[in-house]
């Protein structure tokens, strides 16, 4: 590819056109020339690398997201690439979306992310990449699709042979019409009790443009996931739980969240009762032993040693315990659970971040604690921001603003930064963007 | 006849393990240690106890509030501000006199009961931590064992009573059953924590988990300033995931022996401190801290005299350093986030530190007193209390000789400083100015 371009240089033949352009939030330029994609800044062009096989090919489109990052259609498929990245990295998508090579992308001010391919048009929200295949009445059946966005907000979709206008805000919310949990209709709000274990079966119904799916989040997860086709959950871990239901239609736009309050029961084994009781047996039957072997040298009984010897190895057995059956909620008997899951070559990691954006398009990691609530756990500061959004989302910025009144601010971003681990080490792949709030985005 | 024999042997070994005789200095020291770390871990999370006490985020607060299980079942709910103050002030009155060994016993039960609501409090309304773990066992056995029996202000009211009262004032107690306990317990604990940290690894993830991915993995999550030294070579990070697992595993043979406290505690060391630089975990303090009820504290002084005090000149250097360094870092580690007055407290043990590995900073002083006065053997007691460094020779005197003026015994101290461990003493030895020094009796050295 270079070798062509250096000798067309060497003979004096202009450049080869850009063919595609597009400028990032950080003022920089991307541009596809020969279908492979650059970076300008200034006067410099540096080639986004291809990231993990299969290179993504020529380069077919590009979309802009609101909250910075760029999406590409190519041969290969669909990538993302971040401001600050230097690489594509594949979109991998979950639901039913359509397959083929993507012919065009679009990105609109919600943030979803449509595109075309040769096998229908699908959406994807920008998270995690969750799809829909659009079914809509307008779109006959044809190959080759492609789409574009129009000014008003509205997708242009066009076939070998037609063309069809979808416009995401005319279809009616979707809703939730009724619930069923192991075959018991319920309301909204419903408080169920269950033992542990086991399984819910859930029984769902809706309205939705093109159908409704469901989606479900245990205690406020920020990850929405599919209900399975046949419903059946596993039962949440125990304590009280809050179950969110919704209906999603074919745009992503989803229902009211539908509650499910669940008190579930602990294992009889983790009852109050029954763990000092078992340790209370234990602790007498350790006193006896200890009691009928520990004499001095005259053989008096050391029933202080004894006392003692029975809670030190009572202590010790529930160490062992906690170190067999970790829950960190037993501090400070507690086992261990993190840094135990392997991570395989090629796989992503996640760090959750909260991004200041700048007015002049930079970015800046600011600790969680920065606007002021001191926290052991970020996602206790992270949750209600991608939850709630923009009003979240403004007090934060605003309180950071009061502490930091020197700092240009003019956004705030929630960002899951992603590193591919690759045998030459960790490589920087575009963020997923989780929340997102700019000021004055329209102007 | 064979399984009562076998009970009563392991009865026996039960009984020497957990109640047999102990240095009573290490067990002190080790009670300084302890209650500094606990210090330690109350005063990390002060700041959001206090701001959900405040109630500044009540309902951040109600609903992060999920109790730890023993809170669950002593039915303990979230602190009011005035109560959040009032243990505050108590778990450091408690910290306070356990450190300088007023009321120990019930200073050191105090501590260990404040600190366990302090920080499951916090982790109550956030997520339970492994590093405050050994800290809180081995706080709960500091009362079972004689804690203030040196090193302490009530050991030392005590020994000058006595001597008053015509006792021996060099007499002190060494060694005491039940003082081992603490230290065991803490040891236990630790190695159970690294074994099943360990072992958690591998029954989870197979010894794939040493793939090299899953610690550069680690490392790019919790970015820290020495990651990038390290997550691009996997072969290295599978080199070292292979180290890390062994040293976890492989930690409970520290009980085996001294060589394998040597080759195990200073891997854990190196663990806390890699795992620092290259995984965020933070410092570990206080669990670095209780690694020291691996290590003899009372022999330090004289570890630090035969091997920085004598001996080639290239040992002593690379001795010091390393334990210089060690100290160093601990203590910039300590007094990081704390208010920077506190770094001079330690002060007094540098000094002695320092005299012990320099043993030529300061020659033994010959001290008199006369042991007709109950003054001077009460002031003699005071001065061996005070005596870490086994610098003083304190010696009975008859009629007829004469004692060190206080001018002459300064000007004997390289720098005013190293005397100030002493100076309470000093004037109280000298009350009693009687000539001539008689046959020297016990030293510094012998006790």
Known sequence: MLLPSLVLALLGAPDPPVELALTETSGARLVVVEGRLFRERGATRTAIGDGVEPAPGRVLALAADPAGLTFVAAEGGLYVLGPSVAVLDPVEPEGDVPGGRPTSVHVDAARRVWFASAEGVGVLEPSHFHGRRLVSPGLAPGPSYALAGTPDGRLAIRWEGGEHVHDPAAAPAPRVTSVRVDGEP?????????????????????????????????????????????????????????????????????????????????????????????????????????????????????????????????????????????????????????????????????????????PDGSERIVPVQSAGVIVDEPWEVIRPLIDRGEPALRAYLEAWRARNPGEAASGLQVQAQRSRLTAHGPVSVAPLVLAHFRENAGG | MAEGASRG?????????????????????????MLAAAFDGVWVVRKAVFQHAAGLESEFAKAHWRPIYAFELLGLAPPDLATARVAWVVILAAIVLGILGVFTRAACAVAALGTFLWVGTEYSFGKPHHTCVALVFGLFALPLAPVGARLSLESWWRRRRAARAGGD????PERAPWAALPLRLTQLTIACGYFFSGVTKLAISGLGWANGYTLMGIMVEYRSPWSHHFYASPPLLVLMSVGLLCGQIGFPLAFLGTFFRWVFVPIAVLFHVMAMKTMGTGTF?????????????????????????????????????????????????????????????????????????????????????????????????????????????????????????????????????????FLPALRG??????????????????R
């Open chain 2, 9 to 33: 042997s392991f009865l026996a070994r039960w009984e020497r393990f957990w109640f047999g005789e102990a240095s009573l200095v290490r067990l002190a020291l080790f009670r300084i240690v």
């Open chain 1, 186 to 358: 319920v309301t909204s709000g419903a408080t169920l009790r269950r033992p542990s274990g086991g399984e819910l079966v859930l029984e769902l119904t809706g309205e939705a443009a093109g159908g409704a799916a469901f989606r479900y989040r245990v205690d406020g997860h920020h990850v929405w996931r599919s209900l399975p086709p046949d419903g059946r959950l596993a039962m949440p871990n125990p304590g009280r739980r809050t179950l969110e239901l919704v209906a999603e239609d074919e745009d992503l736009d989803t229902s009211a969240p539908f509650l499910v309050k669940l008190e579930i029961a602990y294992p009889f084994y983790f009852a109050g009762r029954f763990v000092l009781g078992s340790a209370l047996v234990v602790g007498l039957a350790l006193l006896a032993l200890f009691a009928r072997g520990l004499r001095d040298a005259s053989g008096r009984a050391q029933p202080l040693r004894a006392l003692v010897s029975a809670a030190l190895a009572l202590v010790l057995v529930l160490q062992v315990l906690a170190g067999l059956v970790p829950h960190a909620k037993g501090w400070p008997f507690v086992g261990f659970g993190m840094y135990t899951k392997r991570f395989p070559r090629d796989g992503l990691i996640y760090a959750e971040r909260i991004v200041v954006l700048r």
């Open chain 2, 169 to 172: 004032p060099l007499a002190v």
């Open chain 2, 285 to 421: 303090l206080t669990l670095w801290l209780t690694l020291s009820s691996f290590v003899a504290l009372e022999r330090i002084p004289a570890v630090l005299m035969r091997l920085v005090g004598g001996g080639p000149v290239w040992r002593r250097v690379l001795v010091a350093g390393a334990f210089g360094t060690g100290a160093w870092l601990t203590l910039a580690i300590y007094v990081g986030n704390k208010p920077g007055w506190m770094a001079w407290l330690c002060l007094p043990v540098g000094i002695v530190l320092l005299l012990a590995a320099l043993p030529r900073l300061l020659a033994p002083i010959e001290l008199a007193y006369d042991p007709r006065s109950g003054a001077a053997r009460a002031a003699a007691a005071t001065l061996a209390a005070l005596d870490w460094a086994h610098r003083l020779r304190l010696v009975p005197i008859g009629p007829g000789t004469g004692a060190p003026s206080v001018l002459a015994l300064a000007a004997r101290l390289p720098l005013g400083l190293v005397a100030l461990p």
């Open chain 2, 429 to 446: 030895a000298l009350a009693q100015p009687s000539p001539g020094i008689s046959q020297p009796s016990r030293t510094g050295e012998e």
